[in-house]
Every structure is written in structure tokens, then in C-alpha cells.
């Protein structure tokens, strides 16, 4: 399904080379419940793979619930209990959006509080250690450069302690400098609700958006008459939130601890797709549901982020490329979501108690494979239809027109650099083919032009420098240095002491395939050692996993087998850059080498190949495509048998 979406563009690039028309108006389509019925199948499969005990999907679409069945068990043991439509979740970080975020948008609505706003203008203390200058919409944003949560050892309880905690924290970047998931940020923002309205954050939420919501099953701290209808999380907790910090504090806080059913959060939903409105009055105006639903971090940064919620970027990987762009959800660690196109007017609710029992569980693939099904039922929606619903959003998809995304990898960073941090040093470097920049310069010869950097010396992994060698290669040179190319797949697979005399550093720069068994991060272990050995510098030019490093798959290599093909005990599909792999083979093997790695910039690890923007460049005569290179490592495995798996083929692997 992800493959197939990516013949969208071409389609596309058809339409614009045609005459062009004005764009009829998008009409959104109403869901047939045909289109849904594959739902089932989904979720059981989830279930029968033990990766979820159950779960409830609800989906909306032009103002009424066209899907809502319940799947599985709320409980498997002592005895089973069966999931229901009206089951009561945990719904872990929906807390943020559904209850905190709306309550501080209100708050700001009636001129309470602006977004612009220092947190220690509310809240005085906070302002120590460096924080006087994070502001309301830094923390909704998660640009406050606060880290993740708060440390839980040595072990605290109390609400006070964690507010404590918190004015005792120190920033771990600027404001606004760039984005990181924090809890600490939302348990401010309700910390400022409580200050300002005078409310506790529970009872302010209860009786200003669940009450007049008709959301009768939201709450924090659910009653005891609930507790039968509530799914447990691990450890079999019934009723108390999983959240270690929110538990800690009490079990009422702004990034967790609100529990809810699907009926409650599609009503929230229906709200946000009436601009604010509900039976009972406005929740929020249509200009503010319109703001927090855009995006509103710093403008030339990813991912884009509304005011709490997430919000797809036309130019994201890692979008839901079946929605429209624009269109804006959340997720919860427990297994909970919600997805939110105000385009087509269709809301997906997700829930799962995926923790219980064992803590374990993935929820991941049942969410994409809902949601792409869901996306093909509503059809592609245009960049312009998307601008005919929501004009707003103009100003920002051409705003990202002219923000560059295209990944960096070691080696440019390093020309944008000018080399400076290797002038004065002689350099052996041990690439390949593949040792390009972005414009398809051989490293080889970036390094060699370099003013300042002397390069003597270059080392040549397996498949050799024209990566086509499919047998042991000797040492030569280099057609255009004339420089001395050591073959590392040869006599010797190491480089020799003789080898690195009279050089100050050795770097790496060669295009890893994602796999524990392909013999180029070996090359880099060995090499590593032969620097250390030496007491010379080692660098690596950091390059993309090109099977993403989102992912990591298959057994553990076992001690005692460790060799060419296996240099570390990874799994067969490590998910880690080269870079990261240095790191990982230095510390944990005590190598002592001097290590320094040169990073990518714009490097996203859900990024595939194809979607970096590098060229393609076969890494090895037998991997010629991105599906081959998917492919081979699970078929490479059947090698270890009297199988072929067609090296030397049109279509290896």
C-alpha cells in the first residue's frame, strides 16, 4: 500500500501538464459502509498476531458515525470479557489534546492568557535555570527545548514534587530552536489552567468541555460504578492511569490520565468539525478551532504542529499520505488515536488497551492499514481542493514550498563546511562508489580538492572501489590521484599498520544497506580497531539506513558466530545509520577509538531511500533496487541452504 501511494505524484504531475481548468469545488464524499467492511479483517488479524487484545474503531463522516465495532477482549483473564462499544480506555497522551489544549484555548479565548506569554509571567518561579524566555505557544508546540518527562529515580510522589521538579529543570536547547515530544510541557500548560481559572485541571475540564459536551464517560480518576467497563492496561490496572509520572501525581495531570470511550471522543471530533459548536452552545469559536488546527510552530521547521495536535505537512514522510494535508490527530501510548480531516469531514477513532497484559503490544501497523483504507474510501483530494476547504493553509504549504527537506548526508555537510575541521591533517579515506555528494561528486575527489586537507591514501571495502568485483581484489590506484587504493577484501581485511603510517585520521564514507550481515560495517569495526590500534582519528560520514531506521527486525546475531558477515550482535535489520552503528560498535566493544561522526541534516528516520532525494547507487552488484534492497534481508537468509537466491540474475533477491 505505502509502494503503490507513491505513483500519486506521477498522476498528478499528468493533471498539471494538461490545460488548465479552474478546480471544481471538492464536494466531500460520503463513506459507503462497504468501502469499511475490510475494518475487520484488519483488527483481527491485529488480534490473532497477539498484537493487540482488542480494541473499538469508530469513523465519522458528514456529521454521522458510519463505523463502530468493537473486536476482541477487553480482558482475557481470569476469565474473558469481551470488548464493547461503549468500553472505557486509558487514553494516555489524548489528555494533551482533548482536555488540556482545549481548556487553555478557551482560557485564551476569553483574554486570559496569550499565547505569546512568558510561563513564568503565571507562574513566577519557573523562570530560574534559564527558562525566563519560554513562552505558552513554546510549550504547546513542543519547542520549548524542555527534554521528554521528568527522571523518576530516585522515586517521588506528590503533585507539589513534580512542580518542583519542573522549576528546578534546565532547558536542553533554546525556545523555538527545534522540536522534542515533552510531557513536562503539558503538565505547565496544567499547571497555568489551575492557576488562571482557579479550577483544579479536572474540574475546569469536566465542567467546561465535558459536561456541556455531553461527554459522559470522560474523566480523570473514573468512579467505581465505571470500573466494570474499563480496559485494563499492564499489569492488569484497572482505572488508574498507566502514565508513571501522571500516577505519581496523583493521576490528574495535562499529558495524562483522561479516560474516555469512542462514543465521547467522536462527539469532541464532530465538535472540532463544527467550528467549536455543539447542542449546547459554542466549546470554542470557529477562528480559534481554525488556529489550533493549524500550523503554528516556528515557520521554518518540521514537523509541522498546530497548538497541541499534530498536523500533516504536504512534505512529510511520514504523513498520512491517504488524508488530506492538513488534516490533524493524536496519539496515545496505551494504543489510543484519533484522526481528524476537515477536508472530507471524516473522523477515525482507534482504541486499543495494547499494554495489557504483558506491557507489550503494537498498535502501529493496525493504525496505518485502517487509516490508508479509510484515506482510499474518501478518494485523493487535491493540494487546491485542500486550499478551496481551508484557504488558511495557503500561506503555509508555500512557506514550505521553499523550505529545502532535502537530506544532507556526512559528506556534504562536510563541503558545506569547508573541511575545516580536517584542514592541516592527512587523511586515508575508505569509500566507494557509492561515495557521493549531492550533486554526484566523488568524495574521493572532494577530499583530494580540498584546500588545506591531504589526502594519502584510500581503502576500498568488498565489491571493490567500482562496487562490481564480485571476488577477493587486489590494491591499486586510482585512475585520477593516482593515490594508493588498499583493497580490504583481500589479503587482508583490516588495514595494516603499515597501511595508516604518516596518516592523522581515517574516514569512513560508504552506503550501508540496513542489514547485520552486509560486510561493509564489518570493514568499519575492523577499521576502527586498526585506528585505535594506531592511536589515530577516526571519522564517519554519516549516511542514511535506506530501509528506514524506524524499524528493527529479526534475530540477534549470537556471540560465538560473530565474522565477517556478522562484525556485532545486532538483529538482521538493525535500523541505525552508519554513524550510529560506530557509536554503538566503540562503546559496547571497548575500542577506544577516537571517534567523531560527521551527521546528516534533515535525516528523518522513517525516511525510505527513495524519499531522501539522494541518487540511487547500486550499493553492490547484486542490490539494484530500493524492492531488492527491502527484500534481501529476509531472502538473503535462505543463502545459509542449497538455495539460490539469484545472484547473477536480472533480479537478485
Known amino acids: 500500500m505505502r509502494r503503490l501511494s507513491k505513483v500519486i505524484p506521477l498522476l498528478l504531475l499528468c493533471w498539471v501538464m494538461e490545460p488548465r481548468v479552474e478546480p471544481l469545488a471538492y464536494s466531500p464524499p460520503v463513506l459507503p459502509g462497504e468501502q469499511l467492511r475490510p475494518i ?10 497477539g498484537q493487540i487484545p482488542g480494541a473499538v474503531v ?11 465495532q468493537a473486536f476482541g477482549y477487553r480482558v482475557t483473564r481470569p476469565k474473558k470479557l469481551s470488548m464493547t462499544p461503549n468500553t472505557i480506555f486509558d487514553v494516555a497522551s489524548l489528555t494533551k489534546v482533548i482536555a488540556t489544549t482545549t481548556a ?29 524566555r519560554i513562552t505558552v505557544r513554546d510549550v504547546l508546540t513542543h519547542y520549548s527545548g524542555l527534554r521528554p518527562a521528568l527522571g523518576l529515580k530516585p522515586a517521588w510522589s506528590g503533585y507539589e514534587t513534580a512542580l518542583q521538579k519542573i522549576v528546578a529543570e534546565k532547558p536542553i536547547s533554546p525556545p523555538g530552536k527545534r522540536f522534542g515530544y515533552s510531557d513536562i510541557n503539558f503538565v505547565i500548560l496544567g499547571e497555568l489552567i489551575q492557576r488562571i481559572s482557579g479550577k483544579s485541571l479536572e474540574v475546569y475540564c469536566r465542567d467546561h468541555i465535558f459536561k456541556p459536551l455531553g461527554m459522559k464517560d470522560t474523566c480523570f480518576k473514573p468512579a467505581r460504578d465505571q470500573r466494570k467497563r474499563i480496559a485494563p492496561t499492564e499489569g492488569d490496572r484497572i482505572g488508574e492511569v498507566h502514565d508513571t509520572m501522571a500516577y505519581r501525581m496523583g493521576g490528574i495531570a495535562g499529558h495524562a490520565g483522561l479516560f474516555s470511550t469512542a462514543d465521547d471522543l467522536a462527539i469532541f471530533a464532530q465538535m472540532l468539525l463544527d467550528g467549536g459548536h455543539t447542542q449546547n452552545g459554542q466549546i470554542l469559536s470557529p477562528l480559534m478551532v481554525e488556529k489550533m488546527t493549524m500550523p503554528q510552530s516556528p515557520p521554518d521547521k518540521m514537523p509541522w504542529k498546530g497548538l497541541g495536535w499534530d498536523i500533516d505537512s504536504p512534505f512529510g514522510s511520514n504523513r498520512n499520505e491517504l488524508l488530506s494535508a492538513g488534516s490533524y490527530g493524536h496519539k496515545g501510548f496505551t494504543g489510543t488515536g484519533i484522526w481528524i480531516d476537515p477536508v472530507s469531514r471524516t473522523y477515525i477513532i482507534i482504541l486499543t488497551n495494547r499494554l495489557y497484559p504483558g506491557g507489550q503490544g503494537d498498535v502501529d501497523p493496525l493504525r496505518a492499514q485502517v487509516i490508508s483504507l479509510v484515506g482510499e474510501a474518501i478518494g485523493e483530494v487535491s493540494e487546491e481542493q485542500v486550499l478551496a476547504s481551508r484557504p488558511s493553509l495557503r500561506e503555509h504549504f508555500e512557506q514550505m514550498k521553499g523550505y529545502s527537506g532535502r537530506l544532507q548526508t556526512g559528506i556534504d555537510v562536510l563541503v558545506a563546511k569547508r573541511f575545516a575541521p580536517l584542514i592541516g591533517l592527512s587523511v586515508g579515506l575508505i569509500t566507494n562508489h557509492s561515495g557521493l555528494d549531492a550533486e554526484g561528486r566523488r568524495t574521493i575527489d572532494l577530499f583530494y580538492k580540498a584546500p588545506g586537507v591531504k589526502l594519502r591514501a584510500i581503502f576500498s571495502p568488498e565489491h571493490g572501489p567500482y562496487g562490481q568485483a564480485e571476488i577477493k581484489i587486489p590494491s591499486t590506484k586510482d585512475p585520477i590521484t593516482r593515490l594508493p587504493v588498499y583493497s580490504l577484501y583481500g589479503d587482508n581485511l583490516r588495514p595494516t ?9 581515517l574516514v569512513f564514507d560508504v552506503q550501508d544497506v540496513g542489514v547485520r550481515f552486509y560486510t561493509y560495517i564489518t570493514t568499519m569495526g575492523y577499521a576502527m580497531e586498526a585506528a585505535a590500534e594506531k592511536g589515530i582519528a577516526f571519522w564517519v560520514l554519516d549516511r542514511p539506513n535506506p530501509i528506514t531506521g524506524s524499524l528493527v527486525q529479526g534475530p540477534i546475531l549470537e556471540e560465538d558466530l560473530k565474522s565477517f558477515t556478522g562484525y556485532f550482535p545486532l538483529p538482521i535489520r538493525h535500523g541505525m545509520t552508519v554513524g550510529e552503528l560506530a557509536k554503538l560498535f566503540n562503546r559496547e566493544n571497548k575500542i577506544g577509538a577516537k571517534l567523531q561522526v560527521i551527521k546528516m541534516s534533515g535525516y528523518k528516520r522513517t525516511d525510505w531511500y527513495d524519499e531522501t532525494g539522494l541518487p540511487w547507487v547500486n550499493p553492490s552488484p547484486n542490490l539494484r533496487t530500493l524492492t531488492q534492497m527491502i527484500l534481501y534481508p529476509g531472502v538473503a537468509m535462505a543463502e545459509g541452504a542449497n538455495v539460490s537466491v539469484g545472484r547473477g540474475s536480472k533480479t537478485p533477491f
Do not use: H, S, T
Open 497 to 505: 599498520p603499515e597501511m595508516l603510517n604518516g596518516l592523522d585520521v
Open 58 to 68: 469508530l469513523i465519522g463522516n458528514q456529521g454521522k458515525v458510519v463505523y463502530c
Open 104 to 132: 487553555l484555548m478557551q482560557l485564551v479565548e476569553r483574554g486570559k492568557l496569550d499565547l505569546e506569554d512568558p510561563i513564568c509571567q503565571y507562574w513566577p518561579e519557573f523562570k530560574i535555570n534559564g527558562k525566563e
Open 40 to 49: 475487520a479483517y484488519i483488527v483481527k488479524k491485529a488480534i490473532r498476531a
